[in-house]
């Protein structure tokens, strides 16, 4: 069971702004921890999205960005893509004893 | 340009321990704030991390296998070795290895191997 807790799906039609959210707590990303988000297409190996809560990796495009506000992080995509469709990963530090590096419950992003 | 490729076998059976080896390419593991970790994901289930093993020497396990895991380095041969214990079925999993990277308090990982698939059964 991960501390970290994603929706289990969202979808969208292409064009539209999707949402996801990662819920956390004080122990993690409350306590100050930067979050992460990877992206894995099926039977491919994941892919950093962002990094530091905000940051992009050369590559990625500005159609995905990242926040965090208080013990939840979001991961927005706009403009969504047909390739876009895929599980989305958040990812942060626990200080407490359920898993030092944890990963989100994974979240399954379809374009409509 | 940094690789990593995991290798190992790709079944054992249960009880049995599995020793998992990442050969990567590209990077130091000597250099500040880099290190190397190991991820795994039962099939249909999310990411789970295992270990990791830092710049400095340093090796952090995830406390629920913490018993069961250990992680080395061969510098000579720019690899890093997870070794797991007693193995069960419920182990099964595609296990990745990653170059990983210190941001503000927390590492991630940027940089993933193709996953190597490993079932456990008799």
């Known amino acids: 069971q991960s501390v970290l807790t994603q929706p289990p799906s969202v979808s969208g039609a292409p064009g539209q702004r999707v949402t996801i959210s990662c819920t956390g707590s004080s122990s993690n990303i409350g306590a100050g921890y930067d979050v992460h988000w990877y992206q894995e297409v099926p039977g491919t190996a994941p892919k950093l999205l962002i990094y530091g809560n905000n940051n992009r990796p050369s590559g990625v495009p500005d159609r995905f960005s990242g926040s965090k506000s208080g013990t939840s992080a979001s991961l927005a995509i706009t403009g969504l893509q047909a390739d876009d469709e895929a599980d989305y990963y958040c990812q942060s530090y626990d200080n407490s004893l359920s898993g030092l590096y944890v990963f989100g419950t994974g979240t399954k992003v379809t374009v409509l | 340009q940094i690789t990593l490729k995991e290798s190992g076998p790709t079944l054992v059976k249960p009880t049995q321990t599995l020793t998992l080896t990442c050969t990567f390419s590209g990077f130091s593991l000597s250099t500040s704030g880099v290190a190397v970790g190991w991820i795994r994901q039962p099939p249909g289930k999310a990411l789970e991390w295992l270990a990791l093993?830092?710049?400095?020497?340093?090796?952090r396990y995830s406390p629920s296998l913490k018993s069961r895991l250990t992680i080395t380095k061969d510098t000579s041969k720019n690899q890093v070795v997870l070794t797991m214990t007693n193995m069960d079925p419920v182990d099964t999993a595609t296990y990745y290895c990653?170059?990983?990277?210190?941001?503000?308090?927390?590492?991630?990982?940027?940089?993933w191997g193709q996953g190597t698939l490993v079932t456990v059964s008799s």
């Open positions: 990653a170059h990983s990277r210190y941001s503000t308090k927390s590492y991630y990982f940027d940089y």
């Open positions: 093993f830092y710049w400095d020497d340093d090796k």
